[in-house]
């Protein structure tokens, strides 16, 4: 081969270089996925005729499970009904498998041991304030705020971090300790008062609030955690629907009853960021093999 022959081969474009030298480009969107799982978790469940204690939520479930989020293939999940630390661990291995990782994680939890919140990122956490002691009172009885607050902070590059509120409000179920839904009113005001201490010390945080809210959109604990259009901390309703313009989230098999109980609020600051015409609820025929609630798909927009 002769000199100029070496030259040749030798000789890069300029251009070239720089480009594989560059950053790799930012998503134009991230993907978020609030999730009730169905009680992920061990407990006694009747199956076969028979009851079994601390069993865990069958395979068939957790594989739909999987299913439906693979094809959502969220960057970070907000999920409600998970176990201790083992479940969370299962749920992430399992998605791994499923090509979905997620190795940035974050649980809480209230009075209710059993059924807690977890998120999961493919993103840092860079800051967490769980709130698991939170108490109010019905007369003179102090009850603990259930499930809590789960507060952590995603970074997904510098100059974008999220603070994702998780909640699952105390089910619409009567109980002896109280009247089930001044319980909610009262958790939400407790969740009220946190996002308040929050815009209190930044009011450009990005704050998406998200969860189980078991309320329906008319009741005064949704109010109550929307706040006042005219403060710095309201929190916007992100309104979604499914593929034929449906808005329930959840189904109860027992009193064919369709509801939406599921909702997601995203602070002033967030609110231009969400790209609300690609946001949606999940919908498969057969969504109910894995919970009885469906996904909720936010995207947030890498940039303004």
Known sequence: MTITGHLRRAFVPAFLLLTSLAPAAEPAQYVFCGYNL?????????????????TDKPEEEKQRVIEILSKIHPDVLGVCEVGDEADVLDLQKR?????????????????DPTRTLALLSRFPIVARDSQRTLTY??????????RGILDATVEFHPGLQVRF????????????????????????????????????????????????????RNEPAIAEIMGS?????????????????????????????????????????????????????????????ASDHRPLVIKIKGRL
């Open 38 to 54: 169905k009680n992920w978790l061990k407990m006694e469940r009747f199956t076969d005729g028979r009851t079994d204690s601390a």
């Open 137 to 146: 009172k019905i007369g003179d009885q102090a009850m603990p705020f259930q």
């Open 95 to 111: 998605l791994k498998k499923a090509g979905v990782e997620l190795p940035h994680t974050e649980r809480a939890h209230g009075g």
């Open 229 to 289: 259009r005219a403060s710095d901390g309201y929190m916007n309703e992100l309104i979604l629907r499914d593929v034929n313009g449906q808005v329930w989230t959840h189904y109860w098999d027992a009193a064919d009853s369709y509801s939406r109980l599921d909702y997601v609020f995203s602070s002033r600051a967030l609110r231009p960021l969400i790209d609300l015409r690609s946001c949606r609820i999940h919908h498969e025929r057969d969504f109910d093999t």
């Open 165 to 216: 509120l998780g909640v699952h409000l105390k089910s619409m179920r009567e109980v002896t300790e109280g009247d089930q839904a001044l319980m909610r009113r009262n958790e939400a005001h407790l969740l009220r008062n946190h996002i308040d201490s929050i815009i209190a010390k930044n009011t450009q945080a990005r704050i998406l609030c998200y969860g189980d809210f078991n309320e329906h």
